[in-house]
């Protein structure tokens, strides 16, 4: 059997398991949704529902390109501190004055950049993304200290913390759910419907049939890693301008919440195997849940509990299931085959 149909055959029949996890879990955030806008006062309002994608928003930028990192079998923990380093330097930017409009594009290039140093250490010095990712969270978030410290800088244009905080015209629908939809659409066509996207699923089923297959294992992850850092650079620009507050600690500790809701989206931690409509699913699901819970004024420590009950269930609950089926497999195959 040559390495593209070893591949294909594995795809073939993870595809129909993440088809399930997809369904399933689409259907738990629709009971969650309607028991919440039920039960839940003010949850099911206009008002709460631009406040709900406002929340989401940082959680679904950053999940689109994890999606494709953790597919790889890598992941990315610097995610939040990429978003506030690139948070304290617009601040510091802005402090001096710099124009707007050129301290935005030079964030998103820091982010990129970020990503590159990830990308670089995981893939050319060949060093594990976990322990990379870990060192440079806390390397990054310390930059971010040293370049704004403990201050908060404000007074960000109007028109572009009015547009980041407001709805289309005539409807209720937040402005920035335009960028949510077309980043989901362009990470969507990339992963499933692109060379790319099959080479991505090829390196997380096997990264040495994916190189039999032609396919470049270290070039492909740089590129994801910068990716990834961009978007964290853009989610460290929308998320200082909805606040209007640029502060070294913006996003702290949300790369438990992305990771939570990639791996609720049917994302295989070992790489291999996802899609995103379910990621959508699982970051819907997270940050209604999240929404839900501070409107019945829940502690932030008890979200932090949630998010972390979350994060072990997603990564329990499949392994479970592939248990469960095995066991019944095993036991239908002794019935059918007694000796």
């Keep these: 059997m040559s390495a593209e149909t070893a591949i294909e055959s594995r795809t073939a029949g993870l595809t129909a398991k993440v088809a399930n996890w997809n369904v399933a879990i689409?259907?738990?955030?629709?009971?969650?949704?309607?028991?919440?806008?039920?039960?839940?006062?003010?949850?099911?309002?206009?008002?709460?529902?631009?406040?709900?994608?406002?929340?989401l928003l940082p959680?679904?930028?950053?999940?689109l390109p994890m999606t494709l990192v953790i597919v790889t079998g890598e992941i990315d923990l610097?995610?939040?501190?990429?978003?506030?380093?690139?948070?304290?330097?617009?601040?510091s930017l802005w402090n001096s004055n710099q124009p707007i409009e050129?301290?935005?594009?030079?964030?998103?290039?820091?982010?990129?950049?970020?990503?590159?140093?990830?990308?670089?250490?995981?893939?050319v010095l060949g060093l594990p993304s976990l322990a990379v990712t870990i060192g440079t969270l806390a390397l990054y978030r310390g930059l971010a200290f040293v370049v704004l410290g403990d201050s908060a800088v404000a007074d960000f244009p109007v028109q572009y913390t009015d547009w980041v905080t407001g709805n289309i015209a005539g409807t209720s629908i937040p402005n920035v759910?335009?960028?949510?939809?077309?980043?989901?659409?362009?990470f969507g066509v990339l992963l499933h419907a692109t060379p790319?996207?099959?080479?991505?699923?090829?390196?997380?089923?096997?990264?040495?049939?994916?190189?039999?297959?032609?396919?470049?294992?270290?070039?492909?992850?740089f590129w994801l890693y910068v990716a990834s850092g961009l978007v964290s650079g853009l989610a460290g620009v929308l998320w200082t301008l909805r606040y209007s507050s640029a502060r070294a600690d913006n996003g702290a500790g949300?790369?438990?919440?992305?990771?939570?809701?990639?791996?609720?989206?049917?994302?295989?931690?070992?790489?291999?195997?996802?899609?995103?409509?379910?990621?959508?699913?699982?970051?819907?699901?997270?940050?209604?849940?999240?929404?839900?819970?501070?409107?019945?004024?829940?502690?932030?420590e008890a979200l932090n509990v949630v998010t972390g009950v979350l994060l072990i269930v997603s990564v329990l609950a499949p392994n479970l299931a592939n248990a469960v089926r095995g066991s019944v497999q095993r036991r239908r195959h002794r019935t059918t085959n007694p000796l």
């Design 26 to 55: 689409i259907a738990v955030t629709v009971v969650v949704l309607i028991v919440a806008a039920a039960t839940v006062e003010n949850f099911g309002t206009s008002q709460n529902f631009g406040f709900l994608i406002l929340d």
């Design 102 to 123: 050129t301290i935005i594009p030079l964030c998103l290039l820091l982010g990129a950049v970020l990503g590159a140093v990830n990308g670089f250490f995981v893939t």
């Design 196 to 221: 790319i996207g099959r080479a991505v699923f090829a390196v997380g089923a096997s990264e040495q049939a994916a190189r039999f297959a032609g396919v470049r294992p270290g070039r492909l992850k």
């Design 59 to 63: 959680i679904a930028l950053v999940a």
């Design 254 to 300: 949300l790369e438990l919440a992305v990771v939570a809701a990639v791996l609720l989206g049917g994302v295989s931690i070992f790489g291999g195997k996802g899609a995103l409509p379910g990621v959508i699913a699982g970051v819907v699901l997270l940050a209604s849940l999240q929404n839900a819970l501070r409107l019945s004024d829940v502690s932030n």
């Design 78 to 91: 610097s995610v939040a501190s990429t978003l506030g380093l690139c948070s304290a330097v617009m601040g």
């Design 177 to 186: 759910l335009l960028i949510i939809v077309v980043l989901a659409a362009v």
